[in-house]
């Protein structure tokens, strides 16, 4: 396998803004404040950003596969004009009564991704905003990081909840994230 420089990035709370009735059309697709940015500060710096989502409202017949392309071409333009690109978005369409492998907590996207880069997992970097991202990433090995957005918006920014892996890395949010992620990099580059 080889070595690539790989994120692999929640989206709903993460990237956007969520809620508990579903990300249903473009309009209420609405980036949080800074995340295109670091995103595009991924990018610039030399990661590959991949995108691992539920989005179980496919499933539940809340939107279809075209509204959520449509959703995504948004953050698409929003990034190119930025200057950073996602490299591949990965989704789980199903309910949680589907018993699929792919719905996060369980970390079937996350084999996917690793497949389709031919990466080691246990070198990437996997952000979210609950404890389900947490655990897919931490599943097959990833480097787990926890945004204070989204689901977690409560959690203080220096403290772990309970029932994460402990080597979880707790961060104010994507751009705090990306701020960590390159201060890390030259670290990296000597080991």
Known sequence: MMHTK???LDRDGTINQDSDDYVKTVDEWLPLPGAIDAMARLHHAGWHVVIATNQSGLGRGLFDVATLNQMHDKMNKLLATAGGRVDAIFYCPHTPDES???????PGLFEQIG???GVQLTEVHAVGDSLRDAQA???VGCHTHLVCTGKSGDVPSNQLPDGFPSDTR???DLSAF???LIDQA???AKT
Do not use: D, T
């Open 100 to 106: 699929c492998h792919c719905r996060k907590p369980l």
């Open 6 to 8: 790989l994120v692999i």
């Open 137 to 139: 990433g931490a599943a």
């Open 170 to 172: 707790v961060h104010a």
């Open 186 to 188: 030259p670290q990296e």
């Open 178 to 180: 990306v701020e960590w």
């Open 115 to 117: 497949e389709r880069f």
